[in-house]
């Protein structure tokens, strides 16, 4: 008899007081603890085998949902294909890109024109250099979809993130918002892990733990909260997530569907900006719960 798996898509319920980001290697577990690698390796399995179980159920559907799909970037012509082609290869196909330039000085508009010119699908917003927040917002304004996703110029999706996603939404109507699994690849301190956390609210006030490239949520929520804080120079994708989740809890989707990149060399917003600076104002904008000594130890240590 075929196991049921349908506690695999659930509003998952916050985790014992005490639990911590579920966060695992993908490789270089040490061999000596060979007990935690079979853990770790049964959890990558479940996740595929998951993914494997809803994709084909779900390839099967109509494809009725339109998603604009919002792709802020700077100067990044040397890896932003990648990105674009991974939107391009979705298995679910209603879809638009809007490319929101915040001012490139590099060749984005010209390698953009020529190789993706003829693509109806795609909309390249040339701004100016105002900020990822100010980029996404022109998106946002632009978009037509139903569901809105994000993708930074230099990550990359699965083939099947879009269909996994906007079925969620099919299958739970009542719910505003979702994510998923995501691969981190951490160029900076030479390591790679998944990312997945249930969905805990008291958590998500200390620190995030729901990437942008893996989060989706209904246009009504931009439509009724509005779009990214334009006075925060980083921490923006927590300070949404926060507003958009506050009234209704996301779904998580145990698929590992998309890799987001930490890289030295690319001047990302994660590793510039004052990120003391931009957790303060946060935590000013959502004070639903007082902050301890011990939390703001932890996250002047981080930053």
Not at 26 to 51: F, I, M, P, T
Not at 172 to 200: E, M, T, W
Not at 209 to 237: C, P, W
Not at 279 to 290: F, G, I, S, T, W
Request: glycine share 4%.
């Amino acid at each position: 008899m075929m196991a049921d798996h349908r506690d695999d898509i659930v509003r998952l319920q916050p985790p014992c007081s005490g639990a911590s980001l579920e966060q695992y290697p993908v490789d270089g577990v040490s061999a000596q603890d060979s007990k935690l690698e079979r853990v770790l390796s049964a959890k990558v399995l479940r996740y595929k085998l998951n993914e494997l179980r809803l994709v084909n159920e779900y390839q099967k559907r109509e494809q009725q949902t339109k998603v604009s799909v919002i792709m802020p970037t700077w100067n990044r012509a040397f890896i932003i294909e990648r990105a674009i082609d991974s939107v391009l290869r979705q298995s679910y196909s209603n879809f638009e890109i809007i490319i929101s330039d915040d001012g490139s000085s590099d060749n984005t508009a010209e390698l953009v024109g020529s190789q993706y010119g003829d693509d109806p699908r795609i909309v390249y917003i040339r701004n100016l250099h105002e900020g990822v927040s100010h980029a996404r917002n022109v998106g946002l304004e632009r978009s037509s979809g139903e569901l809105i996703a994000y993708l930074d110029s230099d990550n990359h999706w699965s083939s099947d993130f879009l269909l996994l996603m906007v079925n969620t939404f099919v299958d739970n109507p009542g719910i505003n918002s979702a994510y998923c699994s995501v691969q981190v690849v951490d160029n900076v301190r030479g390591r790679k892990f998944l990312r997945l956390q249930h969905y805990d609210r008291k958590q998500l006030l200390i620190r995030n733990y729901i990437d942008l490239n893996i989060f989706m949520h209904k246009r009504s929520l931009y439509e009724e909260i509005g779009g990214f804080n334009e006075q925060l120079t980083a921490l923006v994708d927590w300070e949404l997530i926060l507003r958009y989740t506050k009234d209704n809890a996301p779904i998580a989707l145990q698929c590992n569907l998309a890799t987001y990149y930490l890289e030295k060399d690319f001047g990302q917003i994660t590793n510039t900006e004052d990120l003391w600076k931009n957790y303060d104002m946060v935590r000013r904008l959502h004070n639903e719960r007082p902050e301890n000594a011990e939390e703001k130890r932890w996250m002047r240590k981080s930053c």
